[in-house]
């Protein structure tokens, strides 16, 4: 399945956004979905996760009450709407696929990954 990642961009610490990640080549709600970021100098880390039909399986801490996932599999495609964003938010957000089951936070399980999109949070 090839992923494309888009929605990034500068916002105000207090601010929103809305990724979206799109979906094609192979059935799309056959996958767990997920959103990960990687900020400079750190580690990949997983941010949501939504399973094939659609129920959030998986907050970080750190985004739990400002951040939700979805997807909308008549169109294949996922999002990420964010609020009240923090200057911590700041990173490339990635969005991910795997068919497979398990560790859903880790990026080891996922087998398709999109290019990324960059969000910058400022002060």
Do not use: H
Request: aromatic residues 12%.
């Amino acid at each position: 399945v090839q992923l494309q990642a888009s929605g990034g961009g500068l916002v105000q610490a207090g601010g929103s956004l809305r990724l979206s990640c799109a979906a094609s080549g192979r059935t799309f709600s056959n996958y767990i979905m997920g959103w990960f970021r990687q900020a400079p100098g750190k580690e990949r880390e997983c941010v949501s996760v939504i399973s094939a039909s659609g129920n959030p399986s998986y907050y970080a801490d750190s985004v739990k009450g400002r951040f939700t996932i979805s997807r909308y599999n008549g169109a294949n495609t996922m999002y990420l709407q964010m609020n009240s964003l923090r200057l911590e938010d700041t990173g490339v957000y990635y969005c991910a696929a795997t068919a497979r089951s398990g560790r859903i936070y880790s990026t080891g399980i996922y087998d398709y990954w999109g290019q990324g999109t960059l969000v910058t949070v400022s002060s």
